[in-house]
């Protein structure tokens, strides 16, 4: 019965995205034509709104510079660092309700997030503890921004949606969307780290840390725009709070199928 019910909501799943969406998703990344829906839709664990191709170019754009820091022989794990303070930083700009500023300094973070891992490999040197740091680094950056939130709504009690908006969103709601989104945010973390502890590899899921920050990112300069304001954060943890919490459902769904055909075996 399970199984059969797991079974429709991957079908289910696959068709929603497929049909609402302007592009095709398959288990490498997205497709920008439309063509007919694939017969096997097993892969949609697989499914990522950033492709392994446009992970593959971003790369490259920071080569050049992974490049320098690498000769000026800056250590790995002082990015992760740096990352973590930039991270704090934009915690209290979302605190204050600078929310673009705050954005800015969210990508800082996100670079050094990418150049840490890039440098390590520039200079031979990669190192188990550093992948470590680097990850649990992580968790800590995405609690402070988090933390910056929950005390920008609690400090408001109404949320204006736009410039002037007569359309008021109560404070604590902002709150309980971070805490949802915090929440789904460590769960496809911890599940990840949980699989690949048991000997599963778990590198699937929509809402992944790339599509978190690109998400965050994104929601924090559009709330710049006076149309848009305050709100557009809410929107933006809205959507982060049910995507996390659907890519953990991924993963544990990923898991449990990879572990079925260990077992058969």
């Known amino acids: 019965m399970l199984d059969y019910f797991l079974s ?3 079908e289910l799943e696959y068709k929603v995205f497929y049909l609402l969406l302007p592009s095709r998703f398959t288990e490498t990344g997205i497709i920008l034509k439309n063509g007919p829906m694939p017969k096997k839709m097993n892969g949609f664990c697989a499914l990522s709104f950033i492709n392994a191709q446009n992970k593959e170019r971003f790369l490259k754009f920071f080569l050049p510079v992974c490049n320098k820091l690498s000769i000026w022989g800056i250590h790995p794990d002082s990015i992760s660092y740096a990352g973590l303070i930039f991270s704090l930083f934009s915690g209290i ?12 300094w969210l990508i800082l973070s996100g670079i050094c ?4 891992g890039q440098v390590a490999r520039f200079t031979g040197n990669p190192s188990r503890f550093g992948a470590f740091l680097d990850s ?8 402070f921004y988090f933390m910056g939130l929950a005390w920008f709504f609690a400090e408001n009690d109404r949320v204006a949606f736009g410039f002037g908006s007569a359309l008021l969103i109560k404070g604590s709601w902002g709150v309980i969307l971070v805490l949802l989104s915090l929440s789904g945010s460590m769960a496809v973390s911890y599940t990840k780290a949980r699989a690949e502890g048991l000997g599963v590899q778990c590198k699937v899921g929509l809402m992944q840390r790339p599509e978190r920050m690109v998400l965050m990112i994104l929601g924090s300069v559009l709330s710049g ?4 304001g305050p709100g557009c954060i809410w929107v933006t943890l809205l959507i982060l709070a049910v995507t996390t919490h659907w890519t953990a459902w991924q993963r544990m769904v990923h898991v449990k199928n990879q572990m079925e055909q260990m077992d058969s075996k």
């Open 93 to 104: 700009f979302y605190a204050k309700g600078a929310f673009v500023i705050a954005g800015i």
């Open 8 to 10: 429709r909501l991957r």
């Open 225 to 228: 725009i006076p149309v848009l």
């Open 113 to 116: 997030d990418v150049l840490d």
């Open 136 to 143: 649990t680094l992580d968790r800590f950056g995405e609690a």
